[in-house]
């Protein structure tokens, strides 16, 4: 099984500041996806194939990484985008998902 | 628009079973593959398995094994997810969600299970 693991495991930033997330992988794996996940409600697709972008993402939110280390950045923090961000891997199985970053507003 | 709308919230006793829907519109069922994943609370989210509607094929995380079992009514566009011989560790809130476009691009409300006597 492929083990990501992600830091840091919370956070908080400044309205303005850049966010950078790191996934880790146990071994090397081909793409990353990302998800956000806010309090009560369903994760939503952010990122995937490492660095495209979902639908309505905006675009201050960009991926990258290759093998066994990837990214999700913003680029400048805004309050809309607290939350916890999960990455997942699909290049093996069982399908596996980081432990999550927990995203705060300052 | 893509839409997957899952049963409600379920209260089971130890050792019992529990049936879990997931009604899809807005897009071809039979050709996309469903998740489903498991988020037990306060923690992150775990992946059980695939069904692909076309055929009925699934892959099942092997943790799993044994405790859900997924199957497609096509007639229907509706997946459903038994778990079986159900302890309190199994107490969660467990989401379907399709392959449409991408990777699990369409997610489901959530449907609660809590599992207590």
């Known amino acids: 099984e492929i083990v990501l693991t992600q830091s840091p495991t919370t956070m908080a930033a400044s309205p303005g500041e850049k966010v950078t997330i790191t996934c880790r992988a146990s071994?090397?794996?081909?793409?990353m996806h990302w998800f956000q996940q806010k309090s009560g409600t369903s994760p939503k697709p952010w990122i995937y194939?490492?660095?495209k972008l979902a639908s309505g993402v905006p675009d201050r939110f960009s991926g990258s990484g290759s093998g066994t280390s990837y990214s999700l950045t913003i680029s400048s923090m805004e309050a809309e985008d607290a939350a916890t961000y999960y990455c997942?891997?699909?290049?093996?199985?069982?399908?596996?998902f980081g432990s999550g970053t927990k995203l705060e507003i300052k | 628009q893509v839409q997957l709308q899952q049963s409600g919230t379920e209260l089971v006793k130890p050792a019992s079973s529990v049936k879990i829907s997931c009604k899809a519109s807005?897009?071809?069922?039979?050709?996309?593959?469903m998740h489903w994943i498991r988020q037990q609370p306060g923690n992150g989210l775990e992946w059980i398995g695939w069904?692909?509607?076309?055929?009925?094929?699934?892959k099942y995380n092997q943790k799993f094994d044994g405790k859900a079992t997924l199957t497609a009514d096509k007639s229907s566009s509706t997946a459903y997810m038994q778990l079986s011989s159900l302890t309190s560790e199994d107490s969660a809130v467990y989401f379907c969600?399709?392959?449409?476009?991408?990777?699990?691009?369409?997610w489901g409300q959530g449907a609660s299970v809590t599992v207590s006597s």
């Open positions: 069904i692909y509607p076309g055929n009925g094929n699934t």
């Open positions: 194939d490492t660095s």
């Open positions: 807005g897009y071809t069922f039979t050709s996309n593959y």
């Open positions: 997942l891997q699909r290049s093996s199985y069982p399908l596996t």
């Open positions: 969600a399709a392959d449409w476009e991408g990777v699990m691009d369409a």
């Open positions: 071994s090397s794996v081909s793409y």
